[in-house]
């Protein structure tokens, strides 16, 4: 049995993953033993940078964890994003067109936000060369990285596994695989936030994030050969409830409060659509069995797999999500008085004064952009009880 890790995207959301795969390595793995493992890491976004960091530690997983948990404990919002008045003079570049206000970095284009500080942490604080060390060791059997193609809208997976290559992937040519050695530029690209953070260039393409896509990248897992699957989701499952406040839609919402439902849409949506449609297949394979016999399965592999690129089979699935609503706890933090003292820049200053007034959810827009300590402590402990929530199932998931 292969299982495989599948780590979505949302920012500074990524903390969440990080207090799950916590309880997983120190606690679980305590109970029963060796079978809490991972064959196959994949990951988009800042889920990307996650994968990429458990691969390169995978020869010593409990020491991998630890030291995630403390990049997550050590990050200070201005040492991670900044918004100065270079980034105030490309504004209108990005917004209107390609104006020769200012030259781009080598290898970066567009992006509202300077991104330098967050790209030093990921090349200090990772040993890149550990994802090769790791695999050849057979520490695990691959890592794929969701990116996409700025001038393609391609999703494209860059993929390192045992062996090399790739195995038979989509028909759909909106999505293609690319083998290739791992480094942090494919890591980077994948998290660069459209508009937000600038397009990072891979192999002289540029890429931005890999969740416009594919932001839960589950067919990869199954694609490299994964028989059962451990999802992290990052959004909150809650039923919508009615606007209660009908005078607020007098007014036209404010930018940060649409651009938290851009994300939303853009990197959050997708995750119960492809968990459901996995229920369908196991249910259909299991239907068949019973009313075609045991044979039912390799015989409509006879007919579907040639054209799939992929056989039908049946693959469990266990999936941990945030209890409480991320966009929540980050307007909270934003009112605390440790945030505010520390926030010092415009860009922070003008994400507090924008999450002044937020209820639920007019702070999403903040939790994908708060890189603070306290904020992915929070989020880490939710991630840790949220996973201990579901000890039996996961126990389970492992042992069977």
Not at 95 to 114: C, M
């Amino acid at each position: 049995m292969k299982i495989g890790l599948v780590l979505s995207g949302g920012g500074a959301r990524g903390a969440y993953e990080v207090g799950v795969l916590q309880y997983v390595r120190e606690t679980l793995s305590k109970e029963i033993g060796p079978k809490v493992r991972f064959d196959i890491y994949c990951g988009t976004s800042v889920g990307a940078i996650n994968a990429c960091y458990l691969a390169s530690t995978a020869d010593q997983p409990d020491e991998g964890v630890r030291t995630l948990t403390d990049v997550w404990n050590d990050l200070e919002f201005e040492d991670v994003v900044r918004f100065g008045p270079k980034q105030m003079l490309q504004a209108p570049r990005l917004l209107l067109g390609n104006l020769p206000f200012v030259e781009e970095r080598a290898g970066r284009l567009g992006g509202l936000l300077n991104t330098v500080p967050l790209e030093r942490l990921v090349l200090d604080r990772m040993d890149w060369s550990g994802i090769h060390r790791s695999l050849q060791a057979g520490a695990f059997e691959a890592l794929a990285v969701s990116a996409t193609d700025v001038i393609s809208g391609q999703t494209t997976i860059f993929v390192e596994r045992q062996g090399g290559g790739v195995p038979q992937w989509h028909s759909d040519a909106r999505i293609i695989a690319r083998a290739t050695k791992i480094r942090a530029e494919h890591a980077l690209a994948s998290a660069a936030i459209p508009f937000l953070f600038p397009a990072v260039s891979v192999e002289g393409r540029y890429y931005s994030d890999g969740g416009v896509r594919q932001n839960t990248p589950i067919s990869p897992a199954l694609r490299l050969g994964a028989d059962k699957i451990f999802v992290i989701g990052l959004r909150h499952e809650a039923v919508p409830e009615p606007v209660k406040d009908h005078h607020r839609l007098a007014e036209f919402p404010g930018l940060p409060y649409l651009a938290g439902k851009v994300l939303n849409a853009l990197l959050l949506d997708h995750l119960d659509y492809d968990i459901d449609r996995l229920h369908r297949f196991n249910a259909m394979l299991e239907g068949g069995r019973l009313v075609y016999g045991e044979d039912f399965e390799e015989k409509i592999n006879e007919v579907l797999a040639p054209m799939r690129k992929a056989a039908y089979r049946h693959v469990d699935a266990v999936v941990v999500r945030p209890s409480l609503d991320l966009g929540k706890i980050a307007a909270e933090h934003s009112r605390r008085g440790p945030f505010s003292r520390k926030a010092k820049g415009l860009f922070a200053r003008y994400l507090r004064h924008s999450a002044a007034g937020a209820d639920t959810v007019d702070a999403d827009f903040l939790s994908y952009l708060l890189f603070d300590s306290a904020y992915c402590r929070d989020l880490m402990a939710l991630g840790y009880k949220d996973a201990k929530h579901k000890a039996d199932e996961l126990a389970k998931f492992f042992e069977d």
